[in-house]
């Protein structure tokens, strides 16, 4: 095994301005800032920055020893030994220090006030490991040279394997690694970390996202959030998303967006997604249409337990909710429901005509969301089907939409019961 050498660590600001010496004693500038190479664990110092308007580097090899005093190189100074900074490589104090960046221990934005540096040597070479970002308050003072006056304060030191930064210079690499490391991520803290980015960040970041990770993402942002960022995303980005996101999400959206940019996104769309969110466009704000999703789960009355379980494999995965499956005939008027527990357990050869219940609680696609939110309380219900005059299903409200619509209006007294009375909802029988 290759034996492995700490020499030292230290901070980047305290090296910021130290001067550099050659062998022969020659200062042949200062430490403007130092070249990394992101391409392991731990990023490589790979150059270092020695004059304001030079724009080659002192290659890491040629440095000798490393302190707060300043560096010292291993032989006499040569400009023409010098290399130009590589495309993978970046800047410590351009790209780092002082920016936002993701912890994504924590699922939280956090500001890098300072970098920890590590210098080291394994079989006689000389390396430079970035190891970790200071985000506590000892790392603004340390820069202000009054760190002593925080001396009792934790250091608080974020490991460089649990950050990710916001700028788009990463290599295909580190990009690869990240997008692992977001994976990992519930969307809900995602949400949090998009929704506490300038606008500037937000879209390079989803763009990073998968899609399925990017839209269970936006769907659990607010609804302000999502149209910032879709008025700065590319037309033909923002319309593929559009067309994956549940339609009623999509509809939202579009319908807070100016008419020429709503349109543009809508002629991008597939035909039947489009048609599909104009019709939700269509309903009155805080109604059953506007709050409904067409994507849910119906079957003929006319089939097997068997035969729906196995059709439920195809349907499922696009499916807003599984756990009431709607009974209809060819004319897609509601006829039953029954639960996803009573499918499974009943016998294969049973037919859903006699396990449905015909009794089913509904709402019309032109009540209101308080009619909607006291149907879904009263009978403990997951989701309630909307239907038109001729009991003709047209989607279904789930719990999850209600509350959207209700949390925010809580601060008001006569909203407020709805609210509490919603919270409920769940616990049921």
Request: with cysteine; charged share 25%; hydrophobic share 40%.
């Amino acid at each position: 095994m290759n034996e492995v050498k700490a020499l030292g660590t230290f901070y980047f600001s305290q090296m910021l301005g130290k001067p550099i010496y050659d062998s022969k004693h020659r200062q042949i500038g200062r430490i403007k800032d130092m070249a990394v190479r992101w391409d392991g664990l731990y990023p490589q110092v790979v150059g270092i920055k020695y004059a304001k308007k030079v724009h080659t580097l002192i290659p890491i090899e040629q440095v000798q020893d490393c302190s707060e005093k300043g560096m010292q190189l291993s032989g006499p100074f040569a400009a023409e030994n010098c290399v130009p900074l590589h495309d993978e490589d970046i800047y410590i104090s351009k790209w780092l220090l002082d920016k936002q960046i993701i912890d994504l221990r924590g699922s939280r934005m956090v500001r890098a006030n300072d970098i920890t540096l590590s210098w080291l040597t394994q079989d006689d070479h000389m390396r430079m490991l970035l190891v970790a970002v200071d985000i506590g308050l000892r790392g603004i003072f340390r820069r202000l040279g009054l760190e002593f006056l925080v001396k009792n304060h934790a250091h608080n030191l974020l490991g460089v394997q649990y950050i990710k930064p916001l700028e788009s210079w990463t290599s295909s690499l580190q990009i690869t690694r990240e997008k692992k490391q977001l994976s990992e991520l519930h969307p809900a803290d995602i949400a949090d970390l998009l929704e506490e980015m300038d606008y500037k960040s937000r879209v390079s970041f989803i763009e990073n996202l998968d899609a399925q990770q990017a839209i269970d993402a936006l769907t659990e942002v607010d609804l302000e959030t999502q149209v910032e960022i879709f008025e700065q995303m590319d037309a033909q980005k923002a319309s593929d998303l559009l067309e994956e996101m549940p339609p009623d999400e999509a509809a939202d959206i579009l319908g807070e967006l100016s008419v020429e940019k709503s349109e543009g996104l809508l002629q991008l769309m597939e035909a039947e997604d489009a048609a599909e969110v104009r019709e939700l466009m269509q309903y009155e704000d805080g109604t059953a249409g506007a709050l409904m999703t067409t994507e849910f789960i119906a079957f003929s009355a006319k089939i097997t337990a068997e035969q729906a379980i196995n059709q439920l494999r195809e349907l499922a995965p696009s499916a807003e909710t599984i756990y009431y499956l709607f009974v209809v005939d060819e004319a897609e008027h509601l006829q039953g429901v029954l639960s996803l527990r009573e499918l499974i357990i009943a016998h294969p050869q049973t037919m859903l005509e006699t396990i449905m219940h015909t009794k089913v609680e509904t709402v019309r696609d032109d009540d209101t969301h308080r009619r909607v939110a006291e149907v879904i309380n009263k009978y403990s219900l997951i989701a309630v089907p909307v239907v038109d005059e001729d009991n003709v299903i047209l989607g279904i409200v789930t719990v999850d939409d209600v509350l959207d619509i209700l949390i925010p209006e809580r601060g008001n007294r006569e909203t407020y019961p709805w609210f509490a009375m919603s919270k409920m909802v769940g616990r049921g029988r």
